[in-house]
């Protein structure tokens, strides 16, 4: 089931995990901003240090591209917390909406 991703104001961030470190203190994930009317895309290396990197520029218009940033830094040092705790360390997928 298709779903629309786009919302009525502000922006939708969607992280979706591709790989994973053969250590697993470390992941990539497919990152995508939805505006009300077009979506941005790039890349994101995580790592359970606290950094994330954008591999390049989504695009997206004002500081929406460090907002997603910000929000992949908290995924990455959730991590160890994540771990220590039992949970599945790296989400497949996290959806945030900011306006």
């Known amino acids: 089931m298709s779903r629309n991703l786009h919302p009525t104001e502000g922006a939708r ?3 979706e ?16 901003i939805y505006t009300p009317d077009a979506v941005f895309s790039s890349t994101a290396a995580l790592a359970e240090d606290g950094t994330a990197t954008l591999a390049g520029p989504t695009s997206a218009p004002g500081d929406l591209d460090d907002r997603l940033t910000n929000l992949a830094k908290l995924v ?24």
């Open 76 to 99: 990455a040092r959730d991590a160890p917390r994540r771990r220590d705790e039992g949970l599945v360390v790296w989400p497949a997928r996290i959806m945030r909406w900011r306006k």
């Open 13 to 15: 961030f969607l992280l």
């Open 17 to 32: 995990r591709a790989a994973l470190s053969d250590d697993g203190v470390r992941a990539t994930y497919k990152v995508s």
